[in-house]
C-alpha cells in the first residue's frame, strides 16, 4: 500500500518562505510524475507543478519564478520551495504521485500566507 506523507505546511507572513515536502513509502512501480496541486477555500483545486522522473519541470503561471519544485529519487521524497508568498497563495497543498498505472494524493498540508 502507497502512502504520501506532506509536511512543511504552515502560517507566515507575506514574502517569507516555506519548503513542502511529500515522502512516498510503500511499494510502488516506477514515479515517472511528482506533482503539487493546490486547493483554496470556495475553489477548485489547481495544478501548481510538477516534475518529471527526467527532472523536466514546469509551473503555474502564479507561482512561476517563485517555487521550485525538486525530488530526491533515493528517499522519493518530492520538495516545493516556497519564496515571496502572497496572501492568494493561502490553500491546502496536496501532492500527486503517478506511475504508469497509479495515481496517488496526499492528505494536503494548509499553507496560510498573512498580508
Known amino acids: 500500500q502507497v502512502h504520501l506523507v506532506e509536511s512543511g505546511g504552515g502560517l507566515v507572513q507575506a514574502g517569507r518562505s516555506l519548503r513542502l515536502s511529500c515522502a512516498v513509502s510503500?511499494?510502488?512501480?516506477?514515479?515517472?510524475?511528482m506533482g503539487w496541486y493546490r486547493q483554496a477555500p470556495g475553489k477548485q483545486r489547481e495544478w501548481v507543478s510538477f516534475?518529471?522522473?527526467?527532472?523536466?519541470?514546469n509551473y503555474a503561471d502564479s507561482v512561476k519564478g517563485r517555487f521550485t519544485i525538486s525530488r530526491d529519487n533515493a528517499e522519493n521524497t518530492v520538495y516545493l520551495q516556497m519564496n515571496n508568498l502572497k496572501p492568494e497563495d493561502t490553500a491546502v497543498y496536496y501532492c500527486?504521485?503517478?506511475?504508469?498505472?497509479?495515481?496517488?494524493w496526499g492528505q494536503g498540508t494548509q499553507v496560510t500566507v498573512s498580508s
Open positions: 500527486n504521485i503517478r506511475s504508469s498505472v497509479n495515481s496517488y
Open positions: 516534475i518529471t522522473n527526467g527532472r523536466s519541470t
Open positions: 510503500g511499494s510502488i512501480s516506477s514515479i515517472n510524475y
